[in-house]
Structures are given as structure tokens and as C-alpha cells.
């Protein structure tokens, strides 16, 4: 039988915003698969309603009649709890369905996006459309894992309209396709339902939903970003990280092979399902769980103190960040560059949705640019926006694919040394200060200083698998026993100086509000690791917290020392000779090479990527150490994000200030009211004019001017 004529694209009516959606016609699973193809406007949304503020005001009169260990927690989903926390005990104190809770809009076209993910299979099969009663049927090619997800996602009767990016995008009109993916925020974000499709049923995956389940029904988030037990959990203790699931080893298999699926690596999926998160669900055959409740659970599992590996913690930890909001463009980075992606450019273009207004204003998607202008384009827009330089981060000299200047990440890459903690202020809380030049070579000029030069670097890297990872770590050790005294830098002895390296200082004492090991913990750690020989990789040790953190810190990097006798590390590719720079408005001290190796003191350097410096931190290069009896903590802002403070340990007295800078207000500049929002750099504070009303990102202590007198900038 001939195969019908291949489907005619008409073109959208851009005055109206058109899209397309697809009317699937219902049938059994093995039915072919017939649909239309209908064009409608996507609606402008209506406006919000005013908020409501009923739970606020119910919230605090509760408060008000609760004994002092009880506090209101209102949940994601409009419940108010009380929570106990001595002893972690909630109850429901008033449901949405009780109160006045805000209804979730409803737009024009209703219409579920589908989230899934290609594949490297050609065309499987052809689908029927119907153009037009009394026009004949047209065909068009599907691939296998679409065609699987059509037959199960229709009704047995019913039309079912769904927006499916491969069939509503004409793909050989490149200038609709950069039009339309421009519009995938306001797609997926109105849809109905976004549906993310798993694949079919197998590997367990009925077994891993029903576990899930279960784990996501004994939990609820609060809006406060906790995570409480629920009023009517049957293991009340299951939020904790120090409750272990009851899982058996089927159930662990389950899971894992759930989370391995293709569309957890997929950049695209990352995007639509954050965009369309308060109505998603995932589904694998006709099984499918809300994507809420999914998170939830894998969350909880996430933060346990101890797992089933670490590969499984690491895939737990891109599916955490899923949904977390108010990242800033350097965060977001940071996972989406793990992401595969077909064409290099979607590394930028299969992020706008979700990235703050000031990029996406800024990003023009066109698919004929080359893909290293397309970063460039990103690079800056970032930069100038922020006034910052922290993507210089993902810098990598090493295994360049893209042309172009050193400083434009390569975010091609799916296989990268692992980004240093945002948690460093190694600049303190500075603006960048640069200037790109246009022309031959393409250049950027930045403002820092030359802080010292890279002496040795280990013989080996640390490798992706986590059974030989520990084992380099102990080569690192020996091979800095044979070198070194018994004293750092900054007065501790060379065993915690070195291993508080490796963690990069992720410690109970700097960041007092988290779980994080003592300094005398790591140290016993580091005696383990010194222990493990070539036949420990089934070590109870590589199951803790810990250890997957630690593993994921070096995984791609070496360990060097500096000319003055500090510790570090730092990408793969990091040589004797290498400069090590602090670039005002950057979190970590950047590595860069001299541009000619026989002329050392050239203005010109290749940057050769991020290092972290154990020493560096907190401003200490150029400010100098922080005087005692002061210390530096990391708390938690309005959003979780990290957020710099300084503890008096003789008086426990806690401020926002520097106590190496003046006192405010410098130069008439005062703190401004801080609340994180969405396109905030990582490192900032909020500052202001108090005679011109300016605002800054940055402290004004901290600009050329102020810093002049102390060091010399090159």
C-alpha cells in the first residue's frame, strides 16, 4: 500500500502568536496513530488575582496560641502544619480546601505539553493526519520513542490536544524554530499538564513509582524550603537524614534504573519540566506519578547520610535542583552543562526559560550562529548584567571543542572537572571590572592581581569512578609527605590543611546551620582513606554522605602547590608556571597562563580554569587574614542561597560587616534591604547611594578605588 503524501506545514500567523497543537484521535494501543494538526492563538495570561493573604494572617494567629516549641509551617500545597521542633511531630492544622487558597490559572488553548526525549533512532513509523474532511490523508514521520508515547498518552475515546515540540515546530524552517523555541517559557508554563514521558514500563519501574510513592506520601514541603513529616505519616521519622529507608534491594534497583533514564540527562526535559512543575507528571507505560511528589521523595533520599552509591547521590542531586528557584545564571550553568543536548547551541537556547530577563533580553536564538559566538553572547550578557566574572568557572583550557578566546566557556562539553563551592568570596563581594575588545585576537581586559604561581601539580588527576577516586587521594598524600614540613601557611598542621583542601573547607565551623563534619572528623576520615588499598572499593566508606561529596569535589582535578606554599586544586590541565589571579568579581582565584611562556611578565594569558586555594577564601588575599576573635560563616539566605556572616567566638556576637573593612557608610554608601531574586549574581549584597539613591550589587569597599592603596592591580 502506498504511503500517503507527506505532511504540508502552513506557516504561523505571528500577529496572532500562533502555535500549533495536536488533536490526538483515541484508539487502542496497537492502533496506528492519527491525529490533526490545528493552529491556535497562545493567549496572553489573565491577570493574577490579588494575593491572598488569609494564610499569612491565619499563620500568625496560630502562632500566637501554640506552646514555644511548635511553630506554623505552610506546606506547597496551601496546608498549614504545626511543627514540633524538638521531636519533628507535625499536624494538620487547616487544609487548603478549609481556607482560602489560591486557585492555579487556567489559560486558552488547554492543551498538555509533552516532555520526552528523542533519541538517536531514525523514523520508525508514519502517522496519519487529518488535514481536512474532504482532503486526503497526510503522513508524518515519528520516531520510536514518540510513537510509544502517543499510544499510551491517548483515550481509548476522546480527543486529546496536546503541544509536542518535534510534530508543532516545522524542524526544516530554521527561522520558525528559533522563533518558536524563544516562546517554549510561555508553552510550558501554560500548559495544562506538563507530561514527561519516562519511556515504556520496565526495569522495575512500576516497583520504583509504587516506592516513591510511598516515601513522597510520609513528607511534605513547606514554603519555607524544609521538608517535615506528614500529618498522617505512617513512618513519621522518614524526613530525616539519619532514617534510613526500609527499602529492600529490589526497591533500590528500581529506583536507580528509574533516574538512569535518558530523560534525567536531557537539557530540553530540565527545562520543560521546571517550567511546567505545578502540574507535571511523570510516566512510564500507562504508570505515572506526580512530579511533586516524585521530587519529594527523591529529595528525602538525596539527603540521607548514607546511600546506595554515590553515582545514585549524584543523579539525586540534578533532580534536587529541579526545582529549586531563584538560581542565578552561574548556578543553573552549572548543572545544565552536564546536559546533553543534540545541537551545542541549546546549551544557552534550552535554557532561556528559565534564566532571568536580563539574559534572555540579551539572547537572540539563531541556529545558523557559530556555536562559540553563541557563548560568547551568553559569556557577556552575563557579565555586564551582574558585573561579575564568575562563568569564568567553567573555563577549561584543556580539550577545547569550540574556536574563539580562552575566556568563553566551552559548555559543549558534557565531561568537565567538577565547579568549585559558591561559597568562597575569595574576592569578597566585588564587582568585575573589564572591558572586551572586538578585533584580533579577541580579548578581554580584567582588573585583579597576580597573588602567586602554581610550583607542582600531582602526576595524576582524580578519575570519574569513585572506587579509584580515594585511592588518588591517598597517592596525593604520599607523594605531599616527601615534600613538605609539618606546617601551613595559615598555622595549621599539613594532615587538616590538606584534607580540608580536598572538601574545599566544608565544615561544621563555617557553615554552623548544616550537617557538615567537624574538623577533627575529616581528619580521622583522611586516616581511613590513607587506609583503603586496591581491593577496598565494597568499603563501607564509600557509601557515606560525605565521601560522595567529597568524590564529586576532585572528580577531574589535581592537586598542586604554590610557590608560598599553599595547597589546591584545579582542572586536569593546570601546570608549574601557572598563574594564580584574583579577578575582582569572581568567587574563586582563576588560573592563567602567560599567552608566550617566554615572556613571563606579558599582559597576555590563556585562561586555564578555576582553583580552589584552602587559605584564599574570604577575601584573605587581598584584605589579609580575618582578625581573631573573628570568623567567617556561611548561613542561608530568603532563598537558601549561601550568605556571608562574621562570629565573634569570645562574644557571640554575629554581623554582616567585614571587620577588616571601615565602617559604614563609605563614601555615603549604606546596606540596602537584601532579598535574593532571580538574576542576583551568587555573591552579592544590596547597597545605596544615600545621596544619589544608586543601588549596587557590590560593596562599595570593595571597588579599585578602595582597594588601591593596598594592593597593586595589574
Known amino acids: 500500500m502506498n504511503r500517503p503524501p507527506t505532511y504540508q506545514y502552513q506557516p504561523l ?26 493552529h491556535a492563538p497562545l493567549s496572553l495570561p489573565p491577570t493574577p488575582p490579588p494575593k491572598d493573604n488569609h494564610n499569612v494572617e491565619l499563620a500568625e494567629h496560630l502562632q500566637g496560641i501554640l506552646p514555644l516549641a511548635w511553630s506554623i509551617q505552610e506546606t506547597d ?20 480546601s478549609e481556607h482560602h487558597g489560591q486557585q492555579l490559572p487556567e489559560y486558552e488553548p488547554k492543551y498538555d505539553a509533552l516532555s520526552y526525549t528523542w533519541g538517536t533512532a531514525a523514523v520508525s513509523e508514519f502517522a496519519e493526519i487529518q488535514v481536512h474532511p474532504e482532503q486526503p490523508i497526510q503522513a508524518l514521520g515519528i520516531r520510536p520513542n514518540l510513537a510509544s508515547a502517543l499510544r499510551h498518552l491517548r483515550l481509548p475515546a476522546g480527543i486529546r490536544v496536546l503541544w509536542i515540540d518535534a510534530i508543532c515546530i516545522n524542524q526544516d524552517d530554521m527561522e ?41 506520601n510520609q513528607l511534605r514541603s513547606t514554603t519555607s524550603g524544609r521538608t517535615i513529616a506528614a500529618p498522617d505519616a505512617t513512618e513519621p521519622r522518614l524526613w530525616r537524614n539519619d532514617t534510613p529507608p526500609s527499602f529492600s534491594e529490589s526497591d533500590w534497583q528500581a529506583i536507580t534504573a528509574l533516574v538512569e533514564r535518558q530523560w534525567f540527562y536531557r537539557l530540553w526535559c530540565w527545562q520543560e519540566i521546571k517550567l511546567g512543575s505545578r502540574t507535571g507528571r511523570l510516566q512510564c507505560g500507562q504508570d505515572s506519578i506526580p512530579w511533586a511528589k516524585f521530587w519529594l521523595a527523591i529529595t528525602c533520599l538525596h539527603a540521607k547520610d548514607t546511600t546506595i552509591s554515590r553515582q545514585f547521590r549524584e543523579r539525586c542531586r540534578h533532580i534536587v535542583f529541579l526545582r529549586y528557584e531563584g538560581e542565578s545564571m552561574s548556578n543553573i550553568l552549572d548543572i545544565a552543562r552536564s546536559k546533553g543536548c543534540a545541537d551545542p547551541r541549546d546549551k544557552i537556547y534550552g535554557l532561556l526559560g528559565i534564566t532571568p530577563e536580563y539574559f534572555k533580553s540579551e539572547i537572540v536564538v539563531n541556529y545558523l550562529r557559530p556555536v562559540g559566538d553563541v557563548y560568547k553572547d551568553a559569556f557577556l550578557a552575563h557579565s555586564r548584567a551582574t558585573q561579575r566574572l564568575d562563568l569564568l568557572k567553567h573555563c577549561d583550557l584543556s580539550g577545547r571543542s569550540i574556536g ?47 597573588y602567586s604561581t602554581v610550583k ?91 565521601t560522595a561529596n567529597l568524590i564529586q569535589k576532585i ?48 599582559s597576555l594569558y590563556q585562561v586555564v580554569g578555576e582553583c580552589y586555594i584552602y587559605g584564599l577564601s574570604d577575601a584573605a588575599g587581598l584584605l589579609g587574614p580575618i582578625p581573631g576573635p573573628w570568623h567567617p560563616i556561611i548561613t542561608g539566605d530568603n532563598l537558601g542561597r549561601a550568605r556571608q556572616w562574621f562570629f565573634n567566638l569570645a562574644t557571640g556576637e554575629r554581623t554582616i560587616d567585614d571587620p577588616r573593612l571601615a565602617p559604614l557608610p563609605h563614601d555615603n554608601w549604606d546596606r540596602a534591604l537584601y532579598e535574593r531574586q532571580l538574576g542576583d549574581p551568587t555573591i552579592f549584597e544590596r547597597f545605596v547611594n544615600l545621596g544619589t539613591g544608586e543601588m549596587a550589587n557590590h560593596d562599595p569597599r570593595m571597588s579599585v578605588e578602595a582597594l588601591e592603596g593596598r594592593y597593586e592591580y595589574s
Open 13 to 38: 500567523k505571528g500577529s496572532i502568536e500562533e502555535i500549533r497543537l495536536v488533536h490526538l484521535l483515541p484508539g487502542n494501543l496497537a492502533d496506528p496513530i492519527s491525529f490533526r494538526i490545528e
Open 77 to 96: 500545597a496551601g496546608d498549614l502544619i504545626a511543627f514540633n521542633v524538638t521531636n519533628g511531630e507535625t499536624r494538620l492544622l487547616a487544609s487548603k
Open 176 to 216: 520558525e524554530r528559533s522563533e518558536q523555541v524563544q516562546r517554549m517559557a510561555d508553552i510550558y508554563s501554560r500548559a495544562h499538564q506538563v507530561v514527561a514521558w519516562l519511556g515504556n514500563e520496565g526495569d522495575g519501574s512500576q516497583q520504583a513509582f509504587a516506592t516513591l510513592r510511598h516515601v513522597g
Open 404 to 450: 574563539g578566546p580562552s575566556w568563553v566557556p566551552d559548555w559543549s562539553k558534557t565531561e568537565f572537572a567538577s565547579p568549585i563551592l559558591s561559597e568562597q568570596w575569595a574576592t569578597g563581594i566585588s564587582r568585575a571590572w573589564f572591558t572586551y575588545r572586538d578585533e584580533e585576537p579577541e580579548m578581554l581586559e580584567v582588573v585583579g592581581t597576580l
Open 456 to 546: 607542582t601539580v600531582s602526576s595524576s588527576a582524580a578519575p570519574k569512578q569513585e572506587e579509584e577516586t580515594l585511592l588518588v587521594v591517598k597517592d596525593w598524600y604520599q607523594q605531599l609527605a616527601l615534600d613538605l614540613g609539618t606546617t601551613y601557611p595559615g598555622g595549621e598542621d599539613i594532615k587538616t590543611a590538606f584534607i580540608l583542601t580536598l572538601c574545599m573547607n566544608r565544615t561544621n565551623l563555617r557553615h554552623p546551620d548544616v550537617h557538615f563534619w567537624p574538623v577533627l572528623e575529616w581528619t580521622y576520615y583522611l586516616d581511613e582513606i590513607l587506609q583503603l588499598g586496591p581491593e577496598s572499593s565494597n568499603d563501607p566508606i564509600y557509601l557515606e554522605r560525605e
Open 555 to 602: 572528580r577531574g582535578r589535581r592537586f598542586f602547590m604554590t610557590e608560598d606554599g599553599h595547597f589546591g586544586t584545579a582542572p586536569a590541565g593546570v601546570e608549574a608556571g601557572d598563574a594564580i589571579c584574583l579577578l575582582l568579581g569572581t568567587n574563586a582565584p582563576i588560573l592563567l597562563r602567560p599567552r608566550t611562556p617566554e615572556s613571563p611578565d606579558t
